[in-house]
């Protein structure tokens, strides 16, 4: 049977999210802002139609949300997250091979499915998430993940297909293609597009038409292989296992701005207990760290951007084995006069912990370190984040500088007890 891929993703998810908790959301124009309340991220519909762009500052949208009533969030990761691992809990009912792509799009495999039932199974599985989780969403299907992909951009923008979009036929893609645009295609950024348009490329059915030969030569193999797929010749497979993180970050922008290095420290500990969670969480560990920091284009001011890469005698996600390595560095690049803006971590060439090499002077005691962090984890893991924690990254966090901001941010519906929607009372 010819290979069938679906993509489902979830319409306006973190909008979709908020609505789902609050049904007096429905029909209100609804955006959800990054980090620190800095930027639009998620729109619903309406708030489309009121002209909020994606990424609009708040501080230029600020007065149009509240004459035309937009309601607004700060970012909710955690309710989001779960939402999505509920959404992908159903999507396991109607495909044995899923690939989680995103936090909101997910590929699942129909080559089983005959091909005249995948339009019915897609209404099907679209009905079911609405029903058990309540968030809308469309669903592409294609013989290839591109043509997936590009299905499900049609499904969003087409009312008379009700959400699903099938180019499973040569019929199908002779129909649609002409009418995408290059910047919908899957893979072709704003520079291929100018590479693109200089061979008299306008839609997606004019890339399809181009002789790969010639694209490969222009756009690399990548956009040979864009071609074959948009043909529904599949050259991507879906990547039902994760591949192996090859490197780790956290960093953030502060609420405020930092002057001190005491408070840089606060911070830079506070990444590191971070990093060191996402490491152990994936059994790997890490014999450096690169520290950095700067200050924002957009002030007035001196302006300094430094970073430092600190070494460890062996690989470790011990957490206060990354703390000390982050602190020293911060101190190492710290200089006043400055009003930081931004700070973080980095590390690259992770390895599992098991199979790393141990240092023949100074080595970590693994066993004692593996003790204590399970612990921490299993405290965290039943208290919520942050129960414990080192006090390198500071004991009252409420009202420092570095810490994000989430002023507008809903209850964690899904993950905490005490935050659980109160249908009545007594």
Not at 139 to 155: C, F, R, S
Not at 271 to 287: F, V, Y
């Amino acid at each position: 049977m010819s290979q069938s891929f679906a993509l489902i993703d979830g319409n306006s998810f973190y909008c979709s999210c908020e609505r789902v908790f609050d049904p007096k959301l429905r029909r209100r124009p609804v955006i959800v802002l990054s980090n620190n309340d800095g930027c639009a991220v998620a729109r619903t519909a309406e708030a489309k139609a009121l002209g909020i762009k994606m990424g609009a500052p708040m501080f230029t949208i600020r007065d149009l949300c509240k004459r035309e009533g937009v309601v607004v969030f700060s970012s909710n990761y955690t309710l989001y997250g779960d939402m999505s691992r509920r959404m992908n809990t159903v999507y396991e009912r109607f495909a044995s091979d899923i690939e989680v792509y995103s936090i909101d799009e997910s590929f699942l495999d129909m080559t089983p499915v005959p091909p005249e039932q995948r339009e019915e199974l897609g209404r099907d599985l679209r009905t079911t998430v609405s029903t058990w989780t309540g968030v809308p969403t469309c669903v592409g299907i294609g013989p290839t993940k591109t043509l997936a992909k590009l299905a499900n951009k049609i499904a969003k923008s087409t009312p008379q297909l009700r959400g699903v979009c099938d180019l499973t036929t040569d019929e199908a893609r002779r129909e649609s293609l002409p009418l995408v645009a290059l910047d919908d295609v899957w893979g072709i950024g704003r520079t291929s597009q100018v590479k693109l348009n200089a061979f008299g490329c306008k839609t997606a059915a004019d890339v399809a038409a181009l002789d790969p030969k010639l694209a490969r030569k222009t756009l690399t193999v990548v956009g040979e292989r864009i071609i074959h797929e948009l043909r529904g010749q599949p050259c991507i497979d879906l990547e039902t296992v994760a591949p192996t993180r090859k490197g780790c970050a956290v960093t953030r922008s502060f609420a405020g701005r930092v002057e001190s290095l005491d408070m840089m420290q606060e911070a830079i500990a506070a990444h590191a207990t971070r990093l060191g969670e996402k490491l152990r969480h994936h059994g790997l560990a890490t014999d450096h760290v690169t520290v950095f920091f700067h200050t924002s284009p957009h002030d007035r001011g001196p302006a300094r951007s430094v970073s430092t890469t600190v070494e460890f005698p062996e690989a470790s996600n011990d957490t206060l084995v990354l703390v000390r390595a982050a602190k020293w560095g911060a101190r190492r690049i710290w200089k006043s006069g400055y009003r930081y803006a931004k700070a973080g971590l980095m590390t690259v060439d992770i390895v599992p912990l098991e199979t790393s090499q141990r240092a023949l002077i100074g080595a970590l005691d693994r066993e004692k370190s593996g003790r204590l962090m399970d612990a921490l984890d299993a405290c965290n893991q039943k208290h919520g984040r942050g129960t414990v924690f080192s006090a390198a990254a500071g004991i009252a966090r409420q009202k420092k500088a570095w810490i994000t901001k989430f002023d507008m941010r809903s209850p964690r519906y899904t993950t905490r007890l005490e935050e659980v929607p109160v249908v009545g009372r007594a």
